[in-house]
């Protein structure tokens, strides 16, 4: 994990689940999807993410694209629950001694507050503030559009599209998932899933662009 404690600037994370109420097992799906983060991207955090409030999670992050490899990663992991999300980059004053998002404070907790209070009125699932207006207006919209379309696969689309992803062929995915390779082909071009990747690997890119950026 990483280990600076000094008052500065960092990244905040917010999750909320969206319309929790509708769903049975909330609290074990998010423990369990909490856990398998913190494991994948220990080295990127300043505290564990944790759960908060019943539903949301937070977490005090490097300031680099891990906030938003972590979003996508969890957003998988916590299927079929729908994630919300805020990012700011701001300034932390105290408690990063304790290791807990919960015990840190500063202005950026306030404004992620503000953020995610703003972000719940909406139909989006995610809003940013850095200080840096035009990065967040590129990156909001993107974002945006890229978490909207992901939700929209089915689950064993997602499936089919991220080992895809890493396999590259076909036939690896189908003896995978137990299916004939003309059923991935078909999930593939159903989904348009270079659209996606593209989509995806463009918004890493802007991210990591705009984190180099904005903290140089």
Not at 81 to 103: D, P, T
Not at 105 to 111: L, V
């Amino acid at each position: 994990m990483f280990t600076d404690k000094k008052p500065g600037k960092y990244t905040i994370l917010l999750g909320d689940i969206i319309n929790s109420s509708r769903y049975n097992g909330v609290q074990k799906k998010l423990h369990d999807a909490a856990e398998w983060i913190n494991r994948q991207f220990d080295i990127c955090w300043q505290t564990p993410l944790e759960i908060t409030r019943g539903d949301e999670v937070a977490v005090i992050a490097k300031p680099n694209n891990c906030w938003f490899r972590s979003i996508l990663r969890f957003n998988d992991r916590i299927r079929p629950l729908r994630m919300r999300w805020v990012m700011v980059y701001g300034e932390i004053k105290e408690g990063l001694v304790y290791q807990s998002s919960s015990e840190a404070t500063g202005p950026a907790f306030i404004d992620a507050d503000q953020l995610m209070h703003k972000l719940k009125k909406s139909n989006l699932r995610f809003d940013i503030s850095t200080g840096a207006s035009r990065w967040d207006d590129i990156l909001r919209g993107h974002i945006n559009l890229l978490l909207w379309r992901i939700d929209q696969l089915s689950d064993l689309q997602l499936q089919v599209f991220r080992l895809y992803q890493t396999r590259k062929r076909q036939i690896d995915v189908a003896q995978s998932l137990g299916r004939s390779q003309q059923q991935i082909q078909r999930a593939l071009k159903a989904m348009n899933w270079q659209v996606i990747d593209a989509a995806e690997e463009s918004a890493l890119k802007l991210v990591t662009l705009a984190m180099e950026e904005i903290t140089s």
